[in-house]
């Protein structure tokens, strides 16, 4: 079973099927999944699930981003974990990164600095972030664009952010990462 | 969140409105006229009829027109967004855009300018569900225009309903069409939906098709109580 944590500005928002329901669609292919908008995550239910998701927001929404307190439970967490955009976002801050302001619309090429499971090369990808993550010691850097990181790996758990939209374009990382 | 809408009239944009209307506030609708029947951007066939819509959704319409030059129609994209920001306090707005990355980049781009949301409530929605939705809903909807083989006339001016689902589905296993025509392989028109107080009827309408392009042009409307 595959968590996916809504972060989107309310639960039940307008915003909820354009960065959710995609991530859904990808999912349902091999595994059930459940959503929880992230104010509901409880950390005692997380022994239910394989894997987590974190979604992406609109490029307006940076709730989260202010609200990282609400996140403590991915520190603790010992399940594998993919941010997506707002996402991995929030797990950089969790992890006491920076945040820098890069502004990605649209379609982006980025190229792979570390070998990795999910992703390998160079390759094209949907991007929108006002953000992306200033270079930190938790983590390894695993892919780059002109505007900076791109993707990141934690360094000591199975825990992933992707600046892009996987759920848009290259669904396949999402299948990986599920398939892991 | 007080919102706008960006409609074209069709069956897509029509869903958003419903879409946002469920979730938040719709101050108003705006709609870009193009002159360039090819535009990547803009829905074309009977663009004119989006104001009677509009009147029937009893919401306000911003219109504007464009030469439709590919990225100055985004300048005039850009006024009118502006327009509904100035006049109505509009914090973001709606699409219903569903696979086209071309159209939705533009957006965005044009409201992260704007400081405003960009919420695409119909994004990679699996095509025959949206179509199912769209017949749940009772939406009435007319295929207006016609721009890929092996359609021809005889789709124009068609009511969309089950059957027509199943052969747009049909199509698009034999012959690669986006069933929703999200490749501008089809036009819709939106004469009734469930927000509309009034529907429209259409009382004169001709066919003009030129090898596999062909519209549905409306000439004569009137609303109707429902």
Same mark, same amino acid.
């Given at each position: 079973?595959? #968590?996916?944590? @809504? %972060?989107?500005?309310?639960?039940?928002?307008?915003?909820?099927?354009? =960065?959710?329901?995609?991530?859904? *669609?990808?999912?349902?292919?091999?595994?059930?999944?459940?959503?929880?908008?992230?104010?509901?995550?409880?950390?005692?239910?997380?022994?239910? +699930?394989?894997?987590?998701?974190?979604?992406?927001?609109?490029?307006?929404?940076?709730?989260?981003?202010?609200?990282?307190?609400?996140? !403590?439970?991915?520190?603790?967490?010992?399940?594998?974990?993919? !941010?997506?955009?707002?996402?991995?976002?929030?797990?950089?801050?969790?992890?006491?990164?920076?945040?820098?302001?890069?502004?990605?619309?649209?379609?982006?090429?980025?190229?792979?600095?570390?070998?990795?499971? #999910? =992703?390998?090369?160079?390759?094209?990808? +949907?991007?929108?972030?006002?953000?992306?993550?200033?270079?930190?010691? *938790?983590?390894?850097? #695993?892919?780059?664009?002109?505007?900076?990181?791109?993707?990141?790996?934690?360094?000591?758990?199975?825990?992933?952010?992707?600046?892009?939209?996987?759920?848009?374009?290259?669904?396949?990382?999402?299948?990986?990462?599920?398939?892991? | %969140?007080?919102?706008?809408?960006?409609?074209?009239?069709?069956?897509?944009?029509?869903?958003?409105?419903?879409?946002?209307?469920?979730?938040?506030?719709?101050?108003?609708?705006?709609?870009?006229?193009?002159?360039?029947?090819?535009?990547?951007?803009?829905?074309?066939?009977?663009? @004119?009829?989006?104001?009677?819509?509009?009147? *029937?959704?009893?919401?306000?319409?911003?219109?504007?027109?464009?030469?439709?030059?590919?990225?100055?129609?985004?300048?005039?994209?850009?006024? *009118?967004? !502006?327009?509904?920001?100035?006049?109505?306090?509009?914090?973001?707005?709606?699409? !219903?855009?569903?696979?086209?990355? /071309?159209?939705?980049?533009?957006?965005?781009?044009?409201?992260?300018?704007?400081?405003? &949301?960009?919420?695409?409530?119909? &994004?990679?929605?699996?095509?025959?569900?949206?179509?199912?939705?769209?017949?749940?809903?009772?939406?009435?909807?007319?295929?207006?225009?016609?721009?890929? /083989?092996?359609?021809?006339?005889?789709?124009?001016?068609?009511?969309? @309903?089950?059957?027509?689902?199943?052969?747009?589905?049909?199509?698009?296993?034999?012959?690669?069409?986006?069933?929703?025509?999200?490749?501008?392989?089809?036009?819709?028109?939106?004469?009734?939906?469930?927000?509309?107080?009034?529907?429209? @009827?259409?009382?004169?309408?001709?066919?003009? %098709?030129?090898?596999?392009?062909?519209? /549905?042009?409306?000439?004569?409307?009137?609303?109707?109580?429902?």
């Amino acid at each position: 079973m595959i #968590l996916i944590v @809504d %972060m989107n500005y309310r639960k039940d928002s307008l915003a909820f099927s354009e =960065f959710v329901l995609p991530i859904i *669609a990808v999912v349902s292919i091999f595994q059930e999944s459940t959503v929880k908008h992230y104010l509901e995550v409880d950390e005692k239910d997380l022994a239910n +699930y394989d894997r987590i998701i974190l979604s992406g927001t609109a490029l307006k929404d940076n709730e989260t981003l202010r609200k990282v307190e609400n996140f !403590g439970w991915i520190r603790e967490c010992e399940k594998p974990i993919l !941010g997506i955009c707002a996402g991995m976002q929030t797990i950089g801050l969790v992890f006491g990164c920076r945040l820098k302001q890069s502004v990605g619309i649209g379609m982006t090429q980025i190229r792979t600095v570390r070998e990795n499971p #999910l =992703f390998s090369l160079t390759f094209r990808v +949907y991007e929108l972030h006002n953000f992306t993550l200033d270079p930190c010691e *938790a983590f390894d850097v #695993l892919a780059e664009s002109e505007n900076g990181i791109e993707a990141v790996k934690h360094k000591e758990k199975l825990m992933y952010g992707v600046l892009f939209h996987p759920e848009v374009r290259n669904r396949e990382i999402i299948e990986r990462f599920i398939l892991m | %969140m007080k919102l706008a809408v960006l409609f074209s009239g069709g069956k897509d944009s029509t869903l958003a409105v419903h879409k946002a209307v469920e979730k938040e506030t719709v101050s108003c609708l705006i709609s870009i006229v193009s002159m360039n029947k090819s535009s990547l951007m803009f829905h074309t066939p009977n663009i @004119d009829l989006t104001g009677l819509q509009a009147e *029937a959704l009893e919401l306000p319409l911003i219109r504007r027109l464009t030469e439709g030059k590919p990225e100055e129609e985004l300048e005039d994209l850009k006024k *009118a967004i !502006g327009e509904a920001a100035e006049t109505f306090g509009i914090e973001g707005v709606v699409t !219903g855009a569903i696979e086209s990355v /071309y159209q939705a980049e533009r957006i965005q781009r044009i409201c992260h300018e704007k400081d405003l &949301w960009c919420i695409n409530p119909l &994004w990679k929605r699996n095509q025959q569900d949206l179509l199912e939705e769209i017949l749940q809903k009772n939406f009435q909807v007319i295929i207006s225009g016609v721009f890929a /083989y092996p359609m021809d006339e005889s789709w124009l001016g068609k009511t969309l @309903d089950k059957g027509l689902v199943e052969r747009l589905l049909r199509l698009g296993r034999e012959y690669g069409i986006s069933p929703s025509g999200e490749g501008g392989e089809i036009e819709t028109t939106v004469l009734d939906a469930p927000l509309f107080r009034r529907r429209i @009827d259409v009382l004169e309408a001709r066919v003009e %098709m030129e090898k596999t392009s062909g519209t /549905y042009v409306i000439k004569k409307t009137g609303l109707a109580d429902k």
